[in-house]
């Protein structure tokens, strides 16, 4: 009987076993906390094999058939920034994770939380631009909950997104399959989300604005895959903790050293002055609509050509290489000729920015 | 170019539909102004075969395979309750979506979504009773996702849980092959839920305590298939809006009209005493671990004792039947030998019962 304090009959829990009492910011952040609240308390309770795996999304096999399936929400500050809003973005986002394992998108579901007196013609104009999100990235919005909370309990807005993809080739595309003298592409400039969600956010204006990348990576990863086949080792969209927490998770999951060259990733003008300003660092900012991919050298050339001629990836770049050392580290030959280690964000740069 | 006010840009959005201009709390109720919300805007814009409908969960065909999705969002307050609290419910509610067309639940998502300070002692008790309920109910939580939002932006844990399921069989379990003289069944006694989690938030103590019947009904759900295979011809677990909201989706659904008899409706003593209490009516208190079934007459008695046989459906009852007029409304035989409307509620009984 869990009559009185339901607390009490708790009593005998394991105590958490992350080193803080209370959630931070930073356990959001996609960043060292982020990983340690993971590892520590969800894989710990939640244990399987397919959750252990830590993708963007998981592979199930139903009846011999390869399903992924993946969630995320979305509590953006602010819902309308320069170049998307909350709606749009949660779309994008999730058809972005189900397709870096290589799987069509199939549909999606959708979950609001909507704060009371929240403006009706605005959750229309994020509903719009959901199905407009989805009616580009070919999947339906095929089911759906709303709750209301009484006003104060909830900022606005929040919505979740899960998705299901099918995996329509044979071979794996996951970070244990990078091997040593594997390259590291990356799609476009970085670092445009995070700096046009914070612009918004703070009312900054810059002489050029920037807008965020939120777009569908699908069709750029079925160019991608047809390309380079089972070549393609890895995609990763860099979203949270950005291209920096990307590439860390690679090495950690590979076993692998990965060396990127600072000169050839490619980042705005605008972004570069923005993030100085800041004092970010763009390798570490939010993107919602580039993919990293780590592909087999001999192959490189090809699906770089492909992803150029994609309209996602106009500017994708050769960006690194996955070294031979077997220390799991990120490291970047900067512009001035040194070497400096790319290490996971401990916590939060950029807080509520998906 | 979305520089500047983003909302600008919106001007030529066609306008809500709904009568009301902001988000009322009702309009997460279960009732009629959500109904009116779903309908005018998210199946105005989503429009497609699977979401219009309007089951609990949604049926896509992949390579000749039916599965099952679904969603829910949870922010009930108290997260904790007599009985349980808002983790296991989270994980039964959206284990019960999937099994209400039958299905077998495969796999749950989780996405949190945090309140900044939230202690971590408590989030490693949902945590633990949800890892609990998924291996009672025979899932796994496969994928999630975690946000942090700043203190005072969010109620302390709102918690979406999305399913993946299968199904087995050949027929199809839905409100619209209802026909005139099927039997209803509640598997066991209703408004549990909504009056414990109700009597933790208003600080009442009953003298027999109230406690939530949050359980996953995927074992009741196989045992009954198994019973009446395509004789069953609906199920739904009665939840927001409680059971007069499923009766009257079934009768719109299947264009039928549905008799319930007042004194074969099973209700906890200690149930009614704190509905009289309150002013409310049980029949539009939510459930979390009851489910309601229309069966062909023939199979009725052998459903039902199958249903009794299981420990979640001791109290089982026959309710009612669906009468023969082409009106679509339900109707109750009160105790004292009327007749009432059960209408679908309008707004709000009790708001975050879930």
Chains 1, 2 share one sequence.
Request: aromatic letters at 4%; hydrophobic letters at 40%.
């Amino acid at each position: 009987m869990k009559d009185g304090n339901p607390l009490e009959n708790f009593a005998q829990c394991s105590l958490p076993l992350t080193r803080h009492s209370r959630v931070q910011l930073a356990h959001g952040s996609g960043g060292r906390m982020m990983n340690e609240l993971i590892r520590n308390l969800f894989l710990e309770a939640f244990d399987n094999p397919t959750l252990n795996q830590m993708e963007d999304c998981a592979t199930l096999v139903v009846e011999g058939k390869r399903l992924t399936f993946s969630t995320d929400s979305y509590v953006v500050d602010p819902i309308f920034f320069p170049g998307g809003n909350i709606g749009e973005l949660a779309v994008n986002g999730t058809v972005n994770d189900l397709s870096m394992a290589g799987a069509r998108p199939l549909c999606l579901s959708v979950g609001f939380i909507l704060e009371e007196g929240f403006p009706m013609q605005e959750l229309n104009i994020i509903v719009d631009s959901m199905q407009a999100a989805a009616r580009q990235a070919g999947v339906a919005i095929v089911t759906g909950d709303t709750k209301v909370v009484d006003k104060g309990k909830a900022d606005k807005i929040f919505i979740n997104t899960s998705g299901v993809g099918v995996i329509e080739h044979e071979f794996v595309i996951s970070p244990e399959r990078i091997e040593t003298g594997d390259c590291v592409l990356v799609s476009g400039t970085i670092g445009d989300h995070g700096i046009a969600v914070l612009s918004q956010r703070e009312g900054l204006s810059f002489e050029s604005p920037i807008e965020s990348d939120t777009a569908a990576l699908n069709g750029l990863v079925s160019a991608i895959v047809e390309t380079a086949g089972d070549r393609v080792r890895a995609l990763r969209d860099p979203t949270r903790g950005g291209l920096a927490a990307t590439l860390n998770e690679f090495a950690e999951q590979a076993g692998v050293s990965i060396e990127i060259d600072e000169s050839s990733v490619p980042v705005q003008p605008a972004v570069v002055g923005a993030c100085e300003l800041l004092g970010l660092d763009p390798l570490y900012v939010a993107n919602e609509g580039k993919l990293t991919a780590v592909v087999a050298p001999e192959i490189a050339d090809s699906v770089l050509q492909r992803m150029r001629e994609h309209p996602l990836g106009r500017n994708a770049a050769l960006i690194g290489e996955v070294t031979s050392s077997r220390r799991t580290f990120v490291s970047m030959r900067t512009r001035i000729g040194g070497v400096r280690i790319v290490d996971l964000p401990v916590g939060e740069q950029l807080p509520r920015i998906c």
